[in-house]
């Protein structure tokens, strides 16, 4: 399905392709890709419900990255828990973490680019979230450290699965430290009047990217996938117009908006959906980023020999 935006042009029409399976294209015959930048959101996109990564998937980035396309991976996640899918991709690029609210060199591991929350917003944000729900359970992230005053196994992220807290104590040690992202997590159904009550009393001081009902994100008011997006075009002097971004959850809303082709798979949601120009017929199970990379970014259908010749087997993600 296609999203045509009044404020995009578009020189040519866009289909979207059923076939199941591509059709090999010789290496010789290949054109050059469409777009300079691809930008791939992780959870609900590139990595399968089961948190893994597809070889399909892999080697289909894996021929864009030789055809001289900048690939980069644009997660709330934080480094710790993004970086090894980045490394298993063989990506040489900047890696956006927290939605936007810090850019990460991966081969000297530092931040290039941070944005921090308030200290002051974020304290009263947890206070007013315990008011109204006294068990929410709360994580800050300090540029890739974890610190809590309550690790609850019943409510993990994904990186919390993979990864025990740097801290675990009295909050007021983080609170005096620049927070890249607040989280608060609880059940969904209770979690929704705090979300409710926080975004309404802090609209304008910070900024709830969503990704999960589980999971309430405040970061800085400014930080958004599309800004950091943008910066890193930027460093590479490419143009919006040349960037394609994939994304599933209104967290990503942003940045596909932003691009010159922003792709939603077929199992998103929310913004997402709204904000895309081609809702894509394929979900994250179904291998949607690999086919996206062929039809839109490569043009063509580069990799089913490759994934033919390694028999397609799935990798843990990471």
């Not at 080697?59 to 980045?86: D, F, N, W, Y």
């Not at 994580?139 to 675990?168: C, G, M, N, Q």
């Not at 979300?195 to 958004?224: L, N, Y």
């Not at 002097?237 to 010159?260: H, S, T």
Request: hydrophobic letters at 40%; charged letters at 25%; proline letters at 7%.
């Amino acid at each position: 399905m296609i999203r045509p935006r009044n404020h995009k042009e578009r020189t040519r029409s866009i289909e979207i392709s059923n076939a199941s399976e591509p059709n090999p294209t010789s290496p010789a015959d290949a054109p050059g890709p469409r777009y300079d930048l691809l930008a791939l959101d992780l959870d609900g996109t590139l990595l399968r419900s089961d948190k893994k990564l597809v070889m399909y998937d892999a080697v289909a980035v894996k021929e864009a990255v030789r055809r001289g396309v900048k690939v980069v991976l644009a997660t709330a996640r934080p480094p710790r828990s993004s970086r090894g899918i980045h490394n298993k991709l063989g990506l040489d690029t900047p890696l956006i973490n927290y939605n936007g609210a810090s850019i990460h060199d991966v081969e000297q591991d530092r931040s290039t680019f941070h944005q921090p929350l308030c200290s002051e917003t974020a304290r009263e944000v947890i206070e007013m979230a315990r008011s109204i729900e006294p068990s929410v359970v709360v994580s800050i992230e300090v540029l890739d450290k974890w610190y809590t005053d309550h690790d609850d196994p019943a409510f993990k992220t994904e990186t919390a699965r993979r990864f025990k807290p740097d801290y675990i104590g009295p909050l007021n040690l983080p609170l005096s430290l620049p927070i890249t992202k607040l989280m608060l997590l609880f059940h969904a159904e209770r979690l929704s009047p705090v979300r409710d009550a926080i975004v309404t009393e802090f609209a304008g001081r910070a900024a709830f990217p969503q990704s999960d009902a589980t999971i309430i994100q405040v970061v800085h008011a400014e930080v958004d996938k599309a800004a950091a997006l943008a910066l890193v075009a930027a460093g590479y002097g490419i143009a919006p117009e040349r960037v394609c971004a994939i994304g599933d959850a209104p967290n990503d809303a942003g940045m596909l908006q932003w691009a010159g082709l922003g792709c939603a798979v077929a199992s998103a949601f929310g913004g997402a959906r709204d904000a895309a120009d081609v809702i894509l017929e394929q979900t994250n199970d179904e291998r949607a980023v690999g086919l996206a990379i062929e039809r839109y970014v490569l043009d063509d259908d580069p990799v089913a020999r490759q994934v033919a010749l390694a028999g397609a087997p799935s990798q843990p993600g990471t």
